[in-house]
């Protein structure tokens, strides 16, 4: 069963009047639209409402994240971006950082989250992995972010 199957008539009720903000950065713009249009596509497929904010890079994503939780409004959150590694140290930090801050929300504020961020070494990669007729993993961060949404709400009963 796809992952956009399997959410779609795995947990509807569990996800009743659900809703999620998609945090996207599109530093690499053709990978970056593939990823929205897998994560999309799991999302409506679940009749999941969802929002989407851009924001400039991968370490700018947890902040967002971060200022939208205050607001209560979101039940969940999917992270989609690239970080493809060059020369220099840069993709290390940008990397191990955005995945930490994100580890700490998840944990500290209890936050339903799928990640979605690609770290890979090549554009090649990033394209096998963010294209939904292939590796489709904008599409299993929604996923991953509806399991949590639902656990979530198991645990809050």
């Known amino acids: 069963m796809s992952t956009k199957s399997h959410y779609a008539a795995h947990e509807g009720t569990a996800l009743a ?3 999620v ?4 950065t599109r530093y690499y713009d053709e990978i970056a639209e593939h990823l929205l249009v897998g994560a999309r596509a799991v999302l409506d497929a679940a009749s999941v409402h969802h929002d989407i904010v851009t924001v ?3 370490l700018e994503i947890p902040a967002a994240i971060a200022f939208a939780e205050r607001t209560r409004d979101y039940d969940g959150f999917v992270t989609l971006g690239c970080v493809i590694r ?4 840069h993709y290390e930090i940008v990397s191990e950082e955005s995945a930490r801050a994100l580890m700490d929300l998840t944990v500290d ?3 339903a989250l ?3 961020i690609l770290t890979v070494e090549n554009e090649d990669q990033a394209l096998e992995r963010a294209d ?3 590796l489709d993993k904008g599409g299993g961060a929604a996923a991953a972010c509806l399991a949590m949404i639902g656990i979530k709400r198991r645990f809050a009963r």
């Open 109 to 111: 504020r209890g936050i």
């Open 17 to 19: 009047g659900a809703k």
């Open 86 to 89: 060059g020369a220099t140290t």
């Open 114 to 116: 799928g990640n979605g």
């Open 56 to 58: 400039p890079g991968a």
């Open 132 to 134: 939904p007729a292939r």
């Open 21 to 24: 903000l998609i945090v996207e």
